[in-house]
């Protein structure tokens, strides 16, 4: 017996009870013991960054990622879905910093102390981490979560070491003075891929054209750009392209030199006074803007070549700094030009810099400019919009700085790196050679050492007396405990002894990458090498990984370098690359637009499993899901509600009398609509699978809508009286079987999209049976293309029908004599469904176009008349709350063609509405209402029949 269905459910509530069951009786435990020992399916968590709440756009990556456990699981393999932690690194440090309203190192250092500090940061990471269980759980995004990996335990931290000490083996890993992306807020590097996560559009900067005055001729000056005035301080060369064509021209009493294609840059037309080639200019001297960058010893402040020097912007002359630009850095290395910092590690200028002491390089830009003017070097300064880094966690703008910092040669692995990504599967495909492979295409040594406190420690020691380096793999290699603390300050404090020299080994300051912790959890979350090394074996690589795009910089890349560094192979057969969740007029959720969704929120209004479909359904993969309530609301509208439609239907009838122990009738012998529907199922099983099988999941989710349309609006549609007032009982029993197994088929096809809706359904189709313990389904050999093709033709035949009825202003309900159709005849049997639906009399094929014969005989407009009696009475037994079995008494007081349609039409009327006495008057305890019916009055009442 199947369970009383509520048709106005509601859904979050009925996500929150399942939730309850599901704990209750262990439902995902079970479904994982059902497939151990089973083939193993791998799939690795991306872990996310506990330092805040979850989000809206968290549902995404985690939607796509649940629907893959899911459906390999029901599909045979085991799947473990370990969930995992990325516990470490600065976004928990900043967000410790505005918990205690600090900013910066210096307070870190001077008034918290790094061991309250790192405590800090590791009490709030445990706090994030139960909101995101609980969010994941309300998403139903199954995962092991008592035994989830974290990355700051002392386990995870040692095989991390292990695998730096691996790359050190390998002389992979290096000590190097370069200029890398840096905030000055955080006070540390960061890495390219880093970068790449963090830049901001349409920044405002300044953009200033200076004059470098010529030492042999002050009234002569070379024109460079800059939009970085802060660097001007630190100039010590002028960089030309020895090859193009320069131009000196008068400017009122001044010469001014610049590249011919920038002319345009002129305040006045010019007037040409020489041409010559940048090589003409190599070695004049020029005078220094400031003194600070002169040199003590050595040779500075002139004019060199350099292969970067571009005209597409600027002079053609480039103002070189080397501290602070990366080709600066190497052209003033191979030139020989002595350099020093004019900034300092907080940004500021030092206090030699005594006209800017002491202030950020962002504060001094206009001060620079304001004295260039006052001493007659600026030419001109403007504003530009142009794209920005910033810091990807704290959002502070980036300056490029040149320091020691630790580095892993991935370029020496370059063709490897491709080579693994190229025999990977990509989803979207293009994701593969472009955005990925451009990466990995410029790809520069991987910059690894943070200059922060609450990270994985960099593992290497050096010598104070001779400069011996070590790097350790392990706790037990520096003489500590398995389960020690090996966070700082801890570990700063350990020191081996030096086997070169005998002396102290302490330490370097800095902490790993956190990109580093994550990109090693294929290892890590087992505890490699130490222990689990044939679960690693077992489970690496991993079959599937899914997250936004923006991973092809972080995590998609530091998996693959990592992998292909240590182990020569991607850590990923396939990968699905998401794009990003923005409102519904594409722009980007901030809560300063006031646009920004509450995850808690949707759940609660619209339920997690409509989100889901909506990021299943709503746009191709790679793209922007415009999310907003509307678009949520139109997804349980036009999916959800009519599912549960065909399912409260189908449940409604089901308890009357279906028995499903009946022996099955023969699906050669089922009505041509079981037959029809039975085979778009098996097509649909067919395609789902096929797609789900190839990493594509938008197609297959939109063909279970397409079929839950069929299923609404077309079989249910055209099959309501083989239920309701059937012809033969055995026909009945064939549309209960197939609207039964229709329903649960659909369920299992739908559990890894919708786990909650495809439950709630199936569990009462099957005595209570999760469809998550269930298997996947497979197509049927019921596939009849020839029943799909003429079905086809009749819907197109039935809308070619509805629009000539419209055109005449001739409701359905009215019967009419006849229509002829185009096209070659119909098989009988689907012809009746044409007829039945255009409710005509006779239905003709082979017209050159369609007519409808629109005459009403009386006998006709009788019939119709019957047929809106009907829909009334049936109106007022919804009003009244009766069941579909109730049979009802009905009175009537009608004139003229009303009461000769309901005297001509009487068993008609009563058949249709199981009305047992049918008689005209107003009789005492009848529930009745005065109405009119195609413009007639009449009086119909009705009760439950005694």
């Not at 996500?15 to 069951?21: A, P, S």
């Not at 003409?280 to 400031?290: A, C, I, M, Q």
């Not at 003194?291 to 292969?307: I, L, M, N, T």
């Not at 009838?653 to 499903?660: C, I, K, N, T």
Request: proline residues 6%; charged residues 25%.
């Amino acid at each position: 017996m199947f369970d009383k269905v509520d048709p106005k459910v509601s859904f979050p509530q009925l996500e929150l009870e399942l939730m309850e069951r599901w704990k209750a009786e262990g439902t995902f435990q079970q479904s994982l013991e059902l497939r151990r020992g089973r083939p193993r399916f791998v799939f690795y968590e991306g872990p996310p960054t506990a330092n805040g709440k979850p989000a809206t756009h968290h549902i995404l990556a985690r939607a796509f990622k649940d629907l893959f456990g899911r459906y390999k699981t029901m599909q045979g393999f085991y799947v473990e879905r370990k969930a995992g932690w990325d516990t470490h690194g600065l976004p928990v440090e900043i967000e410790v910093e505005k918990k205690l309203k600090i900013s910066g190192k210096f307070e870190i250092e001077n008034e918290i102390g790094v061991e309250r500090f790192n405590e800090l940061c590791r009490q709030s990471v445990y706090e994030y981490v139960e909101d995101w269980v609980t969010f994941s759980e309300r998403m139903a995004f199954w995962q092991d979560y008592e035994n989830a990996y974290w990355t700051l335990t002392s386990d995870y931290i040692q095989s991390v070491w292990w695998a730096l000490s691996e790359m050190w083996k390998q002389d992979l890993v290096y000590k190097g003075f370069r200029v890398a992306p840096y905030c000055s807020r955080c006070a540390t590097p960061l890495s390219s891929h880093e970068l790449a996560q963090g830049y901001r559009d349409n920044v405002p900067d300044p953009s200033v054209f200076v004059r470098f005055r010529l030492k042999q001729d002050p009234n002569t000056s070379i024109l460079a750009w800059t939009t970085t005035p802060w660097t001007l301080p630190g100039n010590v060369a002028l960089a030309v392209a020895k090859d193009v064509v320069y131009i000196k021209v008068k400017e009122g009493d001044e010469h001014l030199i610049l590249a011919e294609p920038r002319l345009t840059v002129l305040k006045e037309p010019p007037q040409v006074v020489e041409r010559m080639l940048g090589r003409d200019l190599v070695g004049l001297e020029y005078e220094p803007l400031y003194p600070y960058s002169v040199p003590e010893q050595g040779r500075a402040q002139f004019v060199v070549d350099a292969d970067f020097v571009s005209t597409e912007e600027g002079t053609g002359v480039v103002h070189t700094s080397a501290l602070y630009g990366v080709d600066d850095l190497r052209l003033c290395q191979e030139k020989g030009i002595p350099f020093k910092h004019t900034v300092g590690l907080d940004g500021k200028f030092l206090p030699y810099v005594d006209k800017f002491a002491g202030l950020h390089v962002k504060e001094a830009d206009p001060l620079i400019i304001d004295d260039l003017k006052a001493r007659g070097l600026l030419y001109k300064a403007e504003t530009i919009l142009h794209t920005y880094p910033e810091c990807w966690r704290c959002k502070t703008p980036l300056i490029y700085y040149a320091l020691d910092a630790w580095y892993i040669r991935t370029t020496e692995r370059k063709a490897e790196l491709i080579a693994n990504n190229n025999a990977t599967n990509w989803v979207p495909a293009h994701i593969k050679t472009g955005r990925m492979g451009d990466w990995l295409e410029n790809n520069v040594d991987w910059q690894f050492s943070r200059s922060r406190y609450w990270g994985t420690p960099v593992p290497i020691w050096i010598c104070e007396g001779c400069g011996e380096q070590r790097c350790i793999s392990s706790a037990a290699e520096i003489g500590l405990k398995d389960d020690a603390d090996l966070h700082r300050p801890y570990i700063d404090a350990v020191t081996l002894p030096c086997e070169k020299c005998g002396g102290v080994m302490r330490r370097v300051p800095e902490v790993l990458d956190t990109w580093f912790d994550s990109g090693s959890m294929p290892f890590a979350q087992r505890g490699h090498p130490r222990h689990d090394s044939d679960l690693f074996e077992e489970t690496f690589p991993a079959d599937f990984i899914s997250e936004a795009i923006d991973q092809t910089r972080g995590w998609f890349y530091t998996l693959l370098a990592i992998s292909t560094l240590l182990f020569r192979q991607n850590a990923y057969r396939n990968v699905i690359c998401l794009g990003h969740v923005v409102d519904p007029k594409g722009k980007k959720a901030s809560k300063s637009r006031g646009n920004v969704l509450d995850p808690n929120y949707l759940f609660e209004n619209f339920g997690s499993d409509a989100v889901r479909w909506y990021f299943y359904t709503s746009t191709q993969i790679g793209e922007n899901y415009r999310t907003g309530q509307d678009t949520l609301r139109e997804t349980v509208q036009q999916f959800f509600i009519p599912l549960w439609n065909c399912y409260s239907f189908f449940v409604l009838y089901a308890r009357l009398d279906f028995d499903p122990a009946q022996p099955s009738v023969p699906i050669d012998q089922r009505h041509v609509l079981d037959r029809w529907l039975l085979s778009k199922l098996s097509a649909l099983v067919a395609g789902v699978t096929g797609g789900l099988d190839a990493y594509e999941p938008v197609e297959p989710a939109r063909r279970i809508q397409r079929f839950v349309d069929d299923l609404s609006n077309w079989y249910i549609r055209r099959s309501r009286r083989r239920v309701w007032k059937p012809e033969s009982d055995r026909d009945k029993l064939a549309a209960y079987q197939t609207l039964h197994e229709t329903l649960a088929t659909l369920c299992r096809l739908m559990a890894p999209f919708t786990p909650f809706l495809a439950d709630a359904i199936y569990r009462n189709l099957s005595d209570g049976k999760s469809v998550h313990l269930a298997d996947f389904p497979k197509p049927m050999p019921v596939q009849d293309s020839r029943v799909e093709a003429d079905m086809a033709r009749a819907r197109q035949a039935v809308e070619a029908g509805f629009a000539a009825r419209d055109a005449s202003r001739l409701k359905v309900r009215q019967p009419l004599a006849a229509i002829a159709l185009p096209g070659d005849p119909l098989p009988e049997d689907i012809t009746a469904i044409v007829r039945d639906e255009l409710n005509v009399k006779s239905v003709t094929f082979g017209a050159a176009e369609v007519h409808l014969d629109t005459v009403i005989t009386e006998e006709l407009k009788l019939e119709g008349l019957a047929r809106e009696v009907v829909r009334a009475i049936q109106d007022r037994r919804k009003k009244l709350g009766l069941n579909v079995e109730d049979r009802i008494d009905t009175r009537y007081v009608a004139d003229g063609m009303l009461a000769r349609a309901m005297e001509r039409h009487a068993d008609y009327l009563k058949n249709e509405t199981l009305t047992v006495t049918l008689a005209p008057g107003r009789d005492e305890g009848f529930d009745g209402e005065q109405m009119m019916l195609e413009g007639e009055q009449i009086w119909i009442g009705i009760k439950r029949h005694q």
